[in-house]
């Protein structure tokens, strides 16, 4: 492969490279003089030679050979004009390896600079048959590409690797994203799994043929459009030029469907004004105020009311409307504030007046960004030939599926599963889903928060059950008293300590850390998160699935300790039985004691001191964050260690039965105020 002098690499980049923390390589900086100096960046974020450093780590022996994607990856951030340019580079060529294979081969034998000036020429062919004209991808000129050809070369290379040209675009666009997840809003692909499967079903409720021109006017990096099935035109338009171009590419490299891509403000410069779609699948931006309220006051799109400036998102969702079909279905994700402003009150009610506005959707927490907040769907059919609209529209607050669940911990099968069966009328349970009159919504507040019309789920149920839960809480209760600790007192001695760095270096116990690894296509591995550990609760996260090969997750063993890293007070976790084969989730370090050195409980135990985590602590503005090599222990035999494992062990049970005592304790209490309050538990 050849060598790029001229790709730079973070301290961040290096600790990836080498398997280590940031820690370390601040460490060889200071103790090696021969370590490669900065060649860029700033001096608190200082830039090296990807080059300098392969050498470095290979004489050190830190590194055998530097994986394919992650050279790859390297050599990407450090593109000339930027990680995004790089991509859309990328991505057009692996769009001719896909479409023109032995075409491109014959090219690849060229030197570089050859190749450079030879490529132009057959990836506008191949744009152009993929996303026609115009379009939001330029044709890179050669002069842009022939810094790029070491990664060129190097992402064909992945492709042939990971699968495809596919795989390797969704690896490398992934990796760009997770990079920085504050630069860009995202549609979680079990959500946009949901919103293909509700528009499927809307269209088939209606009669209408399967959808297969669909739009997205606000596409982001396009994961909306690459959950429908078998389209046969997508068309994409984003305000952002780099997002329009790499969704367009994402869409082109992921199916056969001709693509139509746009760049500019949907609102104000529609790309697509003729376009009739039988889908609109769109995750438009919330809240904004600058939307065209002033210039676009007598757009024809607007037919069901001018929306307010506050209103943008009914802006979006009239937008959606215009363009479809007659009989065709979007379906968009809204704040929930969109359901009950009071200055939106009249465009939706001319939306169910007419029969437009079909479904209102309540998700749970999590769903997407904002996370902290119960986002909504909408499911929208513009009105066709018959003049009759329908006489209710379907409510839905799924919240009661995902209780404090949160980001990343959704039970997405049994919510899309919900979420369809409400929609074909087979919920059956008015707690979840109702149909509701049109008339009885057209009051003067046309509030469709969907809480408002739904029977409130009983947090304990049945008088019958609240005595089940209070006989469990009378046991529960009973055994925590048995297992409360005496404390008794004895006179502090000083012992010889080492730490758990010490201990990794000699081999008594090993440390790796968690948040890598995909699960292959089509199986689920559950995650051990950092609030299953603070809670002493079960896995409740889920890889991310793989694009291409999956990428190994550390696997919790029985016997392992795992310890969070960011703030939330001391906290350590012995693995058991029941928690081993999880894959170690993001903000965690494991501890693997070698059984013959060291007892898990003992470790667990002294990691856990309130003195000994703040010693091993750094504070910032935002959080602590815990080195673990710091933490401290006493040198003990083993015998003495597991008298006090012993001890910690019963300390965890404690704990554990005062969790359980409080959960039990608040059903009970919720359950007996919600019988009292709707007749179901007698006062006396």
């Known amino acids: 492969m050849p060598e790029d002098s001229a790709t730079e690499v973070t301290a961040a ?41 392969e050498r470095w780590l290979r004489a050190q022996g830190k590194l055998a050979e530097v994986p394919l994607r992650e050279r790859v990856w390297q050599q990407l951030s450090g593109h000339p004009g930027g990680t995004v340019a790089g991509l859309v580079q990328t991505g057009c060529v692996l769009l001719l390896r896909r479409e023109r294979g032995p075409a491109l081969d014959t090219l690849t034998a060229l030197p570089d600079a050859r190749l450079a000036e030879a490529l132009p020429g057959p990836l506008e062919e191949v744009l152009t ?37 596919r795989q390797a675009f969704e690896f490398l666009l992934g990796r760009h994203l997770d990079a920085n997840p504050r630069q860009y809003t995202l549609t979680p692909p079990p ?36 959950a429908a099935v078998r389209p046969a035109v997508l068309a994409v338009q984003d305000a952002d030029p780099e997002l329009a171009a790499l969704s367009a590419l994402r ?23 003729d376009l009739r779609a039988d889908t609109v699948l769109a995750h438009p931006p919330f809240n904004e105020r600058a939307w065209g309220h002033d210039e676009l006051a007598y757009d024809p799109r607007w037919e069901y009311g001018f929306p307010a400036r506050t209103e943008s998102e009914l802006a979006w969702v009239q937008h959606a409307l215009a363009r479809l079909r007659d009989g065709g279905t ?106 509701v009159p049109v008339v009885a919504l057209l009051d003067d507040e046309v509030d469709l928060a969907p809480a408002r019309y739904l029977t409130a789920p009983d947090a304990g149920g049945t008088a019958a059950e609240l005595a089940a839960v209070r006989e469990r809480l009378d046991e529960t209760l009973r055994r925590t008293l ?10 502090p001695a000083p012992r010889p300590l080492t730490t758990v760095g010490e201990l990794a270096r000699t081999g008594a116990l090993q440390l790796r850390t968690g948040g890598q690894g995909t699960a292959p296509a089509g199986r ?88 000994n985590n703040r010693q091993a602590s750094s504070f910032a503005s935002t959080a602590t964050r815990l080195d673990v090599r710091r933490l401290q ?32 304790g608040e059903q009970l209490v919720q359950g007996l105020y919600d019988g009292l309050a709707d007749g179901s538990v007698r006062p006396g």
């Open 251 to 273: 869409l082109a490299l992921h199916g056969d469907a001709d693509i139509r891509s746009a760049a500019g403000d949907t609102l104000r410069a529609d790309a697509f004004p």
């Open 13 to 53: 980049g290096i600790a990836r490279l080498a398997g280590v923390g940031r820690a370390a390589v601040s460490n060889w900086r200071r103790r090696h003089a021969d370590f490669p100096r900065p060649v860029g960046g700033t001096e608190t974020s200082p830039a090296f030679s990807l080059a300098e450093v």
């Open 633 to 664: 222990l006493p040198r003990l035999p083993l015998g003495d260690q597991r008298r006090h494992g012993e001890r910690y062990r019963a300390l965890a049970a404690f704990e554990e039965a005062l969790r359980l005592t409080s959960r039990l």
């Open 129 to 165: 048959l993929r996303l026609g004209l115009p379009r939001a991808v330029r044709t890179p000129l050669a002069g842009q590409l022939a810094p790029a050809v070491p990664l060129l070369r190097a992402a064909l290379e992945l492709a042939a690797e990971l699968g495809g040209p």
């Open 524 to 611: 689920e591995t559950a995650v051990l998160t950092e609030h299953d550990v603070l809670a002493g609760t079960a896995p409740s996260g889920t890889l991310p699935e793989a694009a291409g090969e999956p990428e190994e997750p550390v696997l919790v063993a029985e016997g392992d300790v795992v310890v969070p890293v960011l703030g939330g007070g001391p906290a350590a976790r012995v693995v058991d039985a029941a928690t081993a084969g999880a894959a170690l989730g993001r903000n965690l370090q494991l501890l693997r004691p070698d059984p013959a050195a060291l007892d898990p409980w003992f470790l667990a135990g002294f990691l856990r001191g309130t003195a």
């Open 191 to 226: 959500l946009a799994d949901l919103m293909a499967a509700l528009a499927a079903a809307a269209t088939a409720t209606a009669g209408g043929p399967p959808a297969t021109v669909l739009l997205d006017p606000s596409s982001g990096t396009g994961g909306l459009l690459r």
């Open 330 to 435: 979007a379906v968009l994700l809204m704040p929930p504030a969109v359901a009950s402003r009071r200055s939106g009150r009249r465009v939706r009610a001319d939306l169910l007046r007419r029969g437009a506005l079909r479904a209102v959707i309540a998700l749970p927490a999590g769903a997407a960004p904002p996370y902290g907040i119960p986002l909504h769907l909408w499911v929208l059919v513009r009105p066709g030939a018959d003049p009759r609209p329908p006489a209710e529209a379907l409510l839905v607050d799924t919240a009661a599926l995902a209780p404090d669940a949160g980001r990343d911990k959704l039970p997405w099968t049994a919510l899309q599963n919900a979420v369809l069966d409400a929609w074909a009328g087979r919920a059956g349970d008015e707690s979840l889903a109702r149909s």
């Open 482 to 491: 048995a297992l409360s600790p005496a404390p008794e007192a004895a006179r």
